[in-house]
């Protein structure tokens, strides 16, 4: 694979602003008036249902900006200024942490969010190839932010991308153009592959708005009713790896199992105990 050139600001870096200097002319920053800081209903709704889930109001920062984020674009200094109102914390404190996770963007940015992994499992099946076509076919639009992401925590739909949340993949090389249509449009992206509508054991997992196989309702039945209280146990389900131990059906055991070249544990005292076949 060719190395490819990261993007990097005049500092060296590739996070804008990090290495801002402090302008210490400035008074302290206060906790803004609630008064007289207008703050969505929505958006205040939002933050205090974060809030009441910890001790300690600190801890809903990160969940509160994104809230923030999801409403503005962005966090805008007008948007950290509403959480801080509502939060009762400086904006210097929020935005100490925004400034710290990537995902909570200090500059304006698209707000259709598009993030491509390129960790390795996306990197081996293509995905800094996806990342680049995606990054050519959305070109300059404002509206849309296309970047890499180091990992999603997909590998199993590698490669694969996030839109706004929504996990898709894999996504192939002649899709690129169609899943930008949707983008930009607001569709749903790719609808066959993403993940939440793949079928799960868990049946509160997604969403199953989709075709899915007929069940056995008949064996379900059956399964539970010997399930209950004072029923038989379920017979062992059927392997290629023949009946499992205990089986009336499986083989003898001998009753000393013991591998020839296993041998008893020694006391540290002793040291190890030598094989009579060893020289």
Request: charged content about 25%.
């Amino acid at each position: 694979m060719a190395d490819q050139e990261v993007k990097r600001f005049s500092h060296g870096s590739r996070v804008p602003g990090w290495d801002d200097a402090v302008d210490l002319t400035k008074d302290p920053q206060e906790i803004p008036d609630p008064a007289t800081t207008p703050v969505p209903a929505d958006l205040r709704a939002e933050i205090e249902h974060h809030m009441a889930k910890y001790p300690d109001r600190r801890s809903a920062a990160i969940p509160a900006l994104a809230a923030a984020q999801h409403v503005h674009g962005w966090c805008s200094p007008e948007a950290v200024r509403q959480v801080a109102a509502v939060m009762r914390l400086t904006p210097a404190y929020l935005v100490s942490v925004a400034s710290f996770y990537d995902m909570l963007d200090t500059q304006p940015v698209g707000h259709r969010r598009v993030y491509v992994c390129t960790n390795i499992s996306c990197s081996l099946r293509g995905g800094r190839r996806l990342l680049a076509q995606l990054e050519d076919a959305v070109g300059d639009d404002p509206d849309v932010q296309v970047r890499g992401f180091e990992c999603l925590g997909a590998c199993d739909i590698a490669p694969m991308v996030s839109v706004d949340g929504i996990y898709v993949g894999p996504v192939e090389t002649g899709e690129v153009d169609e899943l930008v249509r949707q983008v930009r449009e607001g569709a749903d992206p790719l609808p066959a592959k993403q993940l939440i509508k793949r079928p799960s054991a868990d049946p509160e997992a997604n969403t199953r708005e989709w075709e899915q196989p007929p069940t056995d309702f008949a064996r379900v039945a059956g399964d539970l009713e010997r399930l209950a209280p004072g029923g038989d146990p379920l017979p062992p389900e059927p392997s290629s790896f023949g009946p499992p131990m205990g089986h009336p059906e499986a083989p003898a055991v001998d009753a000393d199992p013991t591998a020839p070249v296993e041998q008893a544990p020694s006391s540290p005292e002793e040291g190890p105990k030598q094989s009579e076949e060893t020289p």
